[in-house]
């Protein structure tokens, strides 16, 4: 009876790998999806690595003395950007320091300006001050005795001095002896006489009243005088400004 034929051992080994080969896919044990797990991670960062190597390539062919040389240019940039800045700051703030002094200048040449036309009576004046009221009694004001009052309301650091609400005196004005009053720049005003007087009230009181001065003198002259004190005095008589 004739043996049975046996397969070819090339033929049986070949079926046999690729049936275990689609049994270890299909049916992978716990090692291997670990293993193959950890591939496809070596995998994504291999990929990773080659697409930041690609990105990040400025510097990558430069060697040690390029690079210390591209660091020493951007230091010597950052350097010159510090001393530009230093530089336009140092110059706003001198602006601005001769942008206050400008103003400062200013500030003092309108104070100046506003001082210079009130003593020279171009402006009306409010402020605090005293109303001397003289009234004759028993006899006529003397000039000089009028004279001397205005003096001494000037030493007392008077600002303006405005008599009957008329006449506005300043350093020029004049004065003169009229039978029925006095010639305050060449205006006859009549008693009584309201001198207005700007400045600090109690040293202003204190230049009239003292022993001897210029009440005593309008008392001598047969007239009585009445200071008061005011918190607030309007000048308005103003003198024609010759200049313009």
Do not use: C, W
């Amino acid at each position: 009876m004739p043996e049975p034929m046996s397969q070819p051992a090339s033929r049986h080994t070949g079926t046999t790998g690729r049936r275990r080969l689609l049994e270890a896919l299909t049916h992978a044990r716990r090692g291997q999806a670990v293993v193959a797990v950890l591939l496809a991670a070596v995998g994504f960062g291999a990929v990773l690595q080659v697409r930041t190597n690609d990105n990040d390539s400025t510097y990558a062919g430069y060697r040690e003395q390029d690079l210390i040389q591209v660091l020493n240019g951007l230091a010597g940039t950052s350097q010159r950007a510090q001393s530009e800045i230093a530089r336009l700051q140092q110059s706003r703030s001198k602006l601005e320091s001769d942008t206050s002094k400008r103003q400062a200048a200013l500030d003092q040449a309108n104070t100046q300006d506003t001082t210079l036309r009130i003593l020279a009576g171009l402006v009306p004046v409010t402020g605090p001050g005293i109303r001397i009221t003289i009234t004759e009694t028993t006899g006529q004001v003397n000039v000089d005795s009028f004279i001397d009052l205005v003096e001494e309301l000037r030493s007392a650091g008077a600002e303006a001095i405005q008599i009957n609400g008329k006449a506005r005196l300043v350093a020029q004005s004049s004065f003169g002896q009229g039978a029925d009053g006095l010639y305050v720049d060449h205006q006859l005003l009549t008693p009584p006489y309201t001198v207005d007087v700007i400045g600090e009230p109690a040293t202003l009181a204190g230049a009239v009243t003292f022993a001897r001065g210029p009440q005593d003198e309008f008392a001598d002259d047969g007239a009585q005088v009445k200071v008061t004190q005011v918190p607030s005095l309007d000048i308005k008589s103003v003198r024609k400004d010759t200049d313009q």
